[in-house]
């Protein structure tokens, strides 16, 4: 039998710090900081009463319903099939002027989809220069299709956003190469059978992922719908929630949105699992040289879509700009572009920051729980903090303002702080940049992560430089490249976003794309393209950055 004394130097065996990692609790609290809109939207759809449900069910949910089906049914249509079709003249065949399309062709990135509205409207509406010249040329223009239409809108979106499609299959089709092609026809296929039977379904899954992809920013547009006056689920959120003043209404509306997202992102992760192997490459298979007039074709067509896309509204943007000129300089653009500028810096630093502070989180506990439950719970965890990229605009705004507003008005009652110093601030902007554009910063900068070698951290260990000093000293300057491309492209995408900045921005506290949407609102074309020159010239950066990194593996 044990002594007294040998009983109390017995050790309990449960240990609080062994059972709780504060690590994975710190994870996980981020992680439902993440998804917190969803879970507000969802929760408050389902609870909260509203006195315009009938209305909204009557005459509203079916006529978005209808539009947003419409929408992203034909953009996704359109921009698969320009994207296939570019992908692969560039990809396959040699012809004139293939080296300057295979990166031009991107360039309609740049240009977001409400610039491309207005500028649509502005050449091809009633009163623009094309209808002008045809009435002048046929007497009438009656036959012209209406621009201002569902129509309109579905070619506004698909000229933005077939780079996407064209930018995956596009090395789909590289790393098949000719030896695809040459098998087909070994086995009698004619070209056009090999193409449609062998070189699109191997890259399949390319295609879903470009498709998926377009799918996702449709349904987040809000600002080329609203210029259309085609109303879809993220113009009726708006409408709804700041025109009639209904919140309760807005997110039920909200979480109409998220089902659709949702279901896109379930079938995201179901092309996961699909694996298919490259059966060629573009270095060893050089391209089918074309005949005079399949060339003439080629070019003709890669030539008439980045006409379309992007030389005819870039020159139209550039007239009207120099027409009103003497506003860049005025002191309200300077001020909206200051506004733009410091937004866009702020929250792509701190979005850097918070990428790097996660994965620096994320490789402690991979050495602190090696095993592979805690490495499959952390991914898991990772991947849902990154779909808030999924998640529209309008959804975020009215999901953050719920809880902020909570939490505002906890504060006002037990420390007296302002009600308005989350929901109507900075602090409201910032955190839905943050959940919406996380996605963005932390994949190039996980991507690198990736590259770097565990020796580089031995030998840092060995020589005594741990923690935040290791970081600082070594693993920071190693991520350099990758941490530069998530500060670029999460700043252009901030200059760009439009619908979160304009429900949450604080009160009269106007950027380039909020003054976009007004004065597109009052039919200002002209004047509107002065701060929209200044957001496409920063989306050229993400376009710059997308083409180097697919220039590593793809060789034009």
């Given at each position: 039998?044990?002594?007294?004394?040998?009983?109390?130097?017995?050790?309990?065996?449960?240990?609080?710090?062994?059972?709780?990692?504060?690590?994975?609790?710190?994870?996980?609290?981020?992680?439902?900081?993440?998804?917190?809109?969803?879970?507000?939207?969802?929760?408050?759809?389902?609870?909260?009463?509203?006195?315009?449900?009938?209305?909204?069910?009557?005459?509203?949910?079916?006529?978005?319903?209808?539009?947003?089906?419409?929408?992203?049914?034909?953009?996704?249509?359109?921009?698969?099939?320009?994207?296939?079709?570019?992908?692969?003249?560039?990809s396959m065949y040699e012809f004139p002027g293939r080296k300057f399309f295979s990166w031009a062709l991107l360039l309609p990135l740049a240009i977001p989809g409400y610039v491309m509205a207005f500028v649509l409207l502005g050449l091809f509406d009633f009163s623009?220069?094309?209808?002008?010249?045809?009435?002048?040329?046929?007497?009438?223009?009656?036959?012209?299709?209406?621009?201002?239409?569902?129509?309109?809108?579905?070619?506004?979106?698909?000229?933005?956003?077939?780079?996407?499609?064209?930018?995956?299959?596009?090395?789909?089709?590289?790393?098949?190469?000719?030896?695809?092609?040459?098998?087909?026809?070994?086995?009698?296929?004619?070209?056009?059978?090999?193409?449609?039977?062998?070189?699109?379904?191997?890259?399949?899954?390319?295609?879903?992922?470009?498709?998926?992809?377009?799918?996702?920013?449709?349904?987040?547009?809000?600002?080329?719908?609203?210029?259309?006056?085609?109303?879809?689920f993220t113009t009726a959120i708006y409408h709804t929630w700041f025109g009639m003043g209904s919140l309760p209404s807005a997110l039920r509306l909200a979480a109409w949105l998220m089902l659709f997202v949702i279901v896109i992102l379930l079938i995201e992760s179901?092309?996961?699992?699909?694996?298919?192997?490259s059966i060629g490459d573009a270095l060893s298979n050089p391209r089918q040289k074309l005949s005079k007039s399949k060339s003439f074709i080629s070019s003709l067509f890669c030539g008439f879509l980045f006409s379309l896309a992007f030389v005819i509204p870039m020159?139209?943007?550039?007239?009207?700009?120099?027409?009103?000129?003497?506003?860049?300089?005025?002191?309200?653009?300077?001020?909206?572009?200051?506004?733009?500028?410091?937004?866009?810096?702020?929250?792509?630093?701190?979005?850097?920051?918070?990428?790097?502070?996660?994965?620096?989180?994320?490789?402690?506990?991979?050495?602190?729980?090696?095993?592979?439950?805690?490495?499959?719970?952390?991914?898991?965890?990772?991947?849902?903090?990154?779909?808030?990229?999924?998640?529209?605009?309008?959804?975020?705004?009215?999901?953050?303002?719920?809880?902020?507003?909570?939490?505002?008005?906890?504060?006002?009652?037990?420390?007296?702080?302002?009600?308005?110093?989350?929901?109507?601030?900075?602090?409201?902007?910032?955190?839905?940049?943050?959940?919406?554009?996380?996605?963005?910063?932390?994949?190039?900068?996980?991507?690198?992560?990736?590259?770097?070698?565990?020796?580089?951290?031995?030998?840092?260990?060995?020589?005594?430089?741990?923690?935040?000093?290791?970081?600082?000293?070594?693993?920071?300057?190693?991520?350099?490249?990758?941490?530069?491309?998530?500060?670029?492209?999460?700043?252009?995408?901030?200059?760009?976003?439009?619908?979160?900045?304009?429900?949450?921005?604080?009160?009269?506290?106007?950027?380039?794309?909020?003054?976009?949407?007004?004065?597109?609102?009052?039919?200002?074309?002209?004047?509107?393209?002065?701060?929209?020159?200044?957001?496409?010239?920063?989306?050229?950066?993400?376009?710059?950055?997308?083409?180097?990194?697919?220039?590593?593996?793809?060789?034009?």
């Amino acid at each position: 039998m044990r002594t007294q004394s040998q009983l109390s130097t017995i050790k309990p065996s449960f240990h609080l710090k062994a059972f709780v990692n504060w690590r994975l609790l710190l994870l996980l609290v981020l992680c439902i900081f993440m998804l917190s809109p969803v879970f507000t939207v969802i929760h408050q759809a389902l609870l909260a009463p509203s006195d315009l449900n009938q209305h909204l069910n009557e005459f509203v949910l079916p006529r978005v319903l209808a539009n947003t089906i419409f929408l992203v049914i034909f953009v996704t249509l359109l921009s698969t099939i320009l994207g296939i079709a570019a992908a692969w003249c560039v990809s396959m065949y040699e012809f004139p002027g293939r080296k300057f399309f295979s990166w031009a062709l991107l360039l309609p990135l740049a240009i977001p989809g409400y610039v491309m509205a207005f500028v649509l409207l502005g050449l091809f509406d009633f009163s623009g220069p094309v209808q002008t010249v045809l009435r002048n040329v046929f007497g009438n223009s009656d036959w012209f299709p209406n621009i201002r239409s569902g129509g309109g809108a579905v070619l506004a979106l698909s000229l933005c956003l077939y780079p996407y499609v064209y930018l995956i299959v596009r090395g789909a089709f590289a790393q098949q190469g000719q030896r695809a092609l040459e098998v087909a026809q070994s086995l009698g296929y004619s070209q056009r059978r090999a193409i449609f039977s062998l070189a699109i379904p191997l890259a399949r899954p390319w295609i879903i992922a470009g498709m998926l992809l377009v799918m996702m920013e449709t349904l987040a547009d809000f600002g080329t719908v609203a210029i259309f006056n085609f109303d879809t689920f993220t113009t009726a959120i708006y409408h709804t929630w700041f025109g009639m003043g209904s919140l309760p209404s807005a997110l039920r509306l909200a979480a109409w949105l998220m089902l659709f997202v949702i279901v896109i992102l379930l079938i995201e992760s179901r092309g996961h699992k699909q694996r298919y192997t490259s059966i060629g490459d573009a270095l060893s298979n050089p391209r089918q040289k074309l005949s005079k007039s399949k060339s003439f074709i080629s070019s003709l067509f890669c030539g008439f879509l980045f006409s379309l896309a992007f030389v005819i509204p870039m020159l139209q943007l550039l007239l009207w700009f120099f027409e009103h000129s003497e506003l860049a300089l005025s002191s309200r653009y300077i001020e909206f572009f200051f506004n733009t500028l410091m937004l866009a810096s702020l929250g792509a630093i701190l979005i850097a920051f918070f990428s790097v502070a996660i994965i620096a989180l994320q490789q402690s506990l991979k050495i602190k729980n090696n095993n592979r439950k805690t490495a499959f719970f952390i991914q898991f965890l990772t991947r849902l903090m990154t779909i808030g990229y999924a998640i529209p605009g309008t959804v975020l705004a009215i999901g953050l303002f719920v809880p902020l507003a909570w939490f505002s008005k906890l504060l006002i009652n037990n420390f007296g702080f302002s009600s308005l110093l989350f929901t109507g601030g900075i602090f409201a902007l910032l955190a839905g940049y943050s959940i919406r554009f996380f996605a963005v910063s932390y994949r190039p900068i996980d991507s690198q992560m990736q590259r770097l070698s565990t020796h580089f951290e031995e030998v840092s260990e060995s020589l005594g430089v741990v923690g935040i000093k290791k970081w600082q000293q070594v693993i920071l300057p190693l991520l350099k490249p990758g941490l530069l491309t998530a500060l670029a492209l999460v700043f252009v995408d901030i200059m760009k976003e439009m619908p979160l900045t304009l429900m949450t921005r604080p009160f009269g506290w106007d950027t380039l794309a909020v003054q976009i949407f007004e004065l597109t609102s009052e039919g200002e074309w002209a004047m509107a393209a002065v701060p929209a020159v200044a957001i496409v010239v920063a989306g050229l950066v993400p376009v710059y950055l997308l083409n180097k990194q697919r220039d590593k593996h793809i060789q034009n």
